[in-house]
């Protein structure tokens, strides 16, 4: 087997890096549920894809910009993001048991899913499907390159607010010790429900860029539950910027992994880190 | 065996029903009574697919062989698993059930990558089936029958053994169970190793069923999500909810794939879980309590305690020890012993080290140096549960009663699991005259969530004492008590000692400790200050000043 | 300006506190003292909302706070210094400050708070960017109490800020909190520390087992053998 070459390499990594940037993306979501508000939510997956098709049936059929479609997707999701927090916060649901009741409301979507746009594979036309940039030797694809940027911006917006502005630090002290922060002030449930349908709406996003960037089948969204809860974890529960490094990690670790030995080895990177640092890191993640 | 005689289509409908009866009743044995929730049950259901797979396939091993073969490996697998995750603390919770998931997929990436699929998947058409029916689908029913018949035997023999005891001891409160002497680490090992086995000996029927198998067909997330919804559907605590769960999904599912609704049918199955975890997150059966049994009549007699020592003699030197958290020593050399026979009471200011000191004594922290010496034997560096075992007890200042079994289990528990080891019948008669001696037999079959507050620190009392254990640590066990309730309390106090238990009391209500320790011992900053009578040790200027600031001495 | 009239608290089924009547006037400070498992951080968690008043009332200049969610104790004037200090531990030393003027009008005068805490606590105004967790005990105990400070409110509730602090810290603590009270914030003070608190205090009450079996001024308190008894289980020689 000959090693692959300088040129081959480089693209897979970058390659690897466009694909973690969208585990980081859908990551974000995860994680600040996960951290902040203690609700495990599998659902994110299934409004990342509902957002997709949703993308993919407006862009489509409307011939709208896909990006355009954010600004019906974002508000939408948001207003779903809400309305589940209420459901679990009413129904006082544990972090374990908000893992199962949102498996169950994804296995919802994922039928609704099918059932409008059936299981057949759908891939959404867009201007930029096709296009590619040149840098060097190296061939840079539109849509990756667009979720990449989308990534990074979200991430970093997220970033500051967390660190920056008044409601951030109030979030974060609310995750760390409730009680107190209220006491001072901050109003728990409002601040659930709101950074609820913040995280749904970066889910519609991760939609938007699943739809031009893939071939979307129900089924699919499964397959991302896996590595994007281990680029979580490692990037550290709550962290704004931890997921999306850590997603590129990953990324770019499974394209090296499949270039230099088999496409059919990549899987095992994610998640042999994931039970390492598991077992090995002091603390939650 | 029941042989209904029936098509092929109703054996196979059957065949799929019995399936995930064991795969959701497995799963429940250790996830569902302990709850170790594990997403992984796909790896040792596919573990058994494919050593099937491999013997019979590629290696012409009989079929019938290749079950306890199957089972074999998965069960392996799953102690190597255990004793690794097991002994790590904190995953539990949400992420045992991570790693879990995660040990699926490199399992199946393994397997897709070597010889044993290396890709294209293994055909088993060729493999000879044995004739245990008239045709393929009456012989996979019946194999299924009795897989299943074996895993809701064995649900049912494990909910009333010791080893079920044990798992919902754990489930509600491991380190509360690992004190009061369950072998936790044993016990889920032991759980780990027969779910498994019995998931690895499904998928080898499995194997067969669908005669070609494929990595993604088997370790996708769906044996993992769908075995955790039947069960919880169903009621993890009881044995039957799993298989109820399994009935209930399976005909739900086939119904509506049959009216051509199968995108219904997974809608409906979503919308099912969502309901149970929001409204019946015990389960259909959750609500089910055993029937409440008659209180018996109370016909044991105390059981003496083993091997006590003469009066006074020495029976606890604690020597030279220290703990410290975070920097922030809690225990700084503390010296102590402790007489066969005597109330010994112990005072001292908030964060002097009281609870700490009962929390290292009992096991439920590692000391960090020193000696802990009992009647002989160094007990600093056991796990919790030989020191019970040893005849050590305790009470804990806020109760932690396990909040899902009876009273009358709670204080069976630990007589079953104390020095003694007693089998379940004596076991219950003695925490039942536990029960009578706190007052509280009257209570016996209802939670301990029912009961107050003074009746919850009696529940402590006697579940410390079923395990007639030769000293017992009394944690604050009168903090919150009404006056007359303290009365009632002091006067159980002495007649434990008068049944000769070692009592170690630690306490803030001054009169009492006036009144009933035969020894006080003032602790401050994590040393013992001043021991002798209350009246001399309380007047003594330095804990005086210990309490109160300097100016009062 | 805050009294409370048979008021009664639960710890799950018990009573953790019975027939509390109290009061303190603008502009007082009020000590509670009373040996452990009295109740005495139940009453100020009553107090600050982090904690359901079973029965009883409980008013600010005659306005019923005892059903107010917890987030609106903090508007209504009361900020709390929590036992164990309950910093943000992961966040930096400014961050829980600002976090202290989270309400509203608070938030208007930050500046102004803040550089009046740094100049009070020097040692905080120099630490303001480290991770609280990792300042020692007296030192996140000034940023507590410069925390609450933060919120401007008109009665401060302290619950035993001299915990597990060295003598020489808590003389300065107490130093502060004298200053505090002189410039006209009306103190609810929790202690152990019974000659340290008496000093302090315009007034006292002593708690023993969730009811108060004393109060008055704090020479009397001092003399007061019921004092000695709560404490000690002995009547002073």
Known sequence: ?285 | MPWLGLPPFYASFLYLVLHWVVLATSWNLLCGYSGYFSFGHGAFFGAGVYTTATLAGTWDVPFLWTLPAAAAVAALLGVALGAVVFRVRRVRGELFALLTLAVTFVLATVIANTPIDGGPGVYLSAVPLPTLAPDPAGTFYLLALALATLTIALAYAIRRARLGLALFAIHDDEDAAEVMGVPTYRCKLAAFALSCGLAGAAGGVQALFVSYVTTGSVFNITVPLTVVLMSVLGGTRHWAGPALGALVITVLLYAFTAADQAIVGKAAVGAVLLAAILFVPDGLLGRLRPRKRPVAEVTADIVAVPHALPAGAPLLRVTGLRKSFRGVRALDGLDLVVHQGEILGIVGPNGSGKSTLINVVSGHYRADAGSIQFAGRELAHLPAHRIARGGIARTYQIPRPFAHLSVLDNVALTARFGEARLSREVAEAQGLRWLQFTGLAARAHVLPGELNLHQTKFLELARALASRPRLVLLDEVLSGLAPAEIDEAIALIRRIRDQGTTIILVEHLMRVMTTLPDRIVVIDQGRVLAQGSAREVMARGDVVTAYLGAAHA | MLELSDVRVDYGAAAALSHITLVIGAGELVCVVGPNGAGKTTLINAIAGLHRVKSGRMTLDGRDIARLPPHRYCSAGIALVPEGRRLFGTMTVRENLELGAFGRQARAARARSLAQVCTMFPAVGERLDRIAGTLSGGQQQMVAIGRALMACPRLLLLDEPSLGLAPVIVGDLFRAIRSIHAAGTAVLLVEQNVTMALDLATRAYVLDEGRIVTSGAPDVIAADPALRRAYLGVAAE
Request: glycine share 10%.
């Open chain 1, 1 to 285: 087997m000959t090693f692959p070459s300088a040129t081959l390499l480089a693209q897979s990594a970058l390659s690897g890096l466009f694909i973690g940037a969208l585990y980081g993306l859908l990551g974000l979501g995860v994680s600040l549920s996960w951290g902040l508000l203690h609700v495990i939510n599998l659902a994110h997956f299934g409004f990342a894809f509902l957002a997709a098709y949703l993308c993919y049936q407006l862009a489509g059929t409307g011939h709208v910009d896909p990006l355009l479609t954010l600004a019906l997707i974002v508000p939408t999701f948001f207003a779903l993001g809400v309305l589940v927090q209420w459901l679990l916060g009413r129904f006082r649901v544990t972090p374990l048991n908000s893992l199962l009741a949102t498996f169950g409301l994804t296995a919802i979507i994922e039928a609704f899913i099918q059932w409008i746009w059936t299981a057949d594979f759908r891939r959404l036309e867009s201007s930029y499907a096709g296009e590619k940039i040149r840098v060097g030797a190296l061939f840079v694809p539109v849509p990756e390159l667009v979720t990449l940027v989308l990534a990074l911006a979200l991430s970093f917006m997220v970033y500051a607010v967390l660190r920056h502005t008044d409601w951030g630090k109030a979030l974060r002290a609310l995750a760390e010790d409730a009680p107190i922060a209220s006491a001072f002030g901050v109003n728990a449930k409002a601040s659930a429900l709101l950074l609820s349908g913040v995280c749904a709406a970066l889910a519609g996003v991760a939609g938007v860029c699943l739809a031009i960037g893939f071939t979307l089948t129900p089924a699919q969204m499964y397959a991302w539950v896996g590595v994007v809860f281990a680029a979580v974890m490692l990037g550290g529960l709550g962290s704004a910027i931890g997921p999306l490094v850590a997603g590129i990690v990953i990324g770019v670790s499974e394209a090296l992994t499949a270039a230099v030995a088999s496409p059919s080895w990549s899987p095992i990177v994610s998640f042999t880190l994931l039970i390492l640092l598991l077992l090995l890191r002091p603390g939650k993640a």
